[in-house]
């Protein structure tokens, strides 16, 4: 059973960081796709960024693009996702999920959210 344990959220200020973490169990993330969510108030849940275990860039939404980076330790069996120039835009629920990487791409898994394991979600606020 995929099981994923996310880690890291909170209250922060504008502009501060944060560095969320994913740890996979009960599988190994180097055969799945990883991606970042997230859910605000009153708007529709969007995939913040993705990533393949194979070569290539990830995805990122155009909204984190430059802000966000996410990353994957293989051997620790873990994604993460910083988060830098936070802005009140940012204040969400932020899950984690996995999907095979013989069923889909970052791309397409950021893109469509089609995934086959969620995480507990956590969630980030920014605010003074």
């Known amino acids: 059973q995929l099981q994923l344990v996310e880690s890291g959220g909170g209250l922060v200020q504008p502009g501060g960081s944060l560095r969320r973490s994913c740890a996979a169990s009960?599988?190994?993330?180097?055969?799945?796709?990883i991606g970042w969510f997230r859910k605000a108030p009153g708007k529709e849940r969007e995939g913040v960024s993705c990533?393949?275990?194979?070569?290539?860039?990830?995805y990122y939404a155009d909204s984190v693009e430059g802000r966000f980076t996410i990353s994957r330790d293989n051997a620790k069996n873990t994604v993460y996702l910083q988060m830098n120039s936070l802005n009140a835009e940012d204040t969400a629920v932020y899950y984690c999920?996995?999907?095979?990487?013989?069923?889909?791409?970052?791309?397409?898994?950021?893109?469509?959210?089609?995934?086959?394991?969620w995480g507990q979600g956590t969630q980030v606020t920014v605010s003074s």
């Open positions: 999920a996995a999907k095979s990487r013989f069923q889909t791409t970052d791309y397409i898994m950021c893109s469509r959210g089609i995934v086959q394991s």
């Open positions: 009960g599988f190994t993330l180097d055969y799945y796709v």
């Open positions: 990533i393949s275990s194979r070569d290539g860039s990830p």
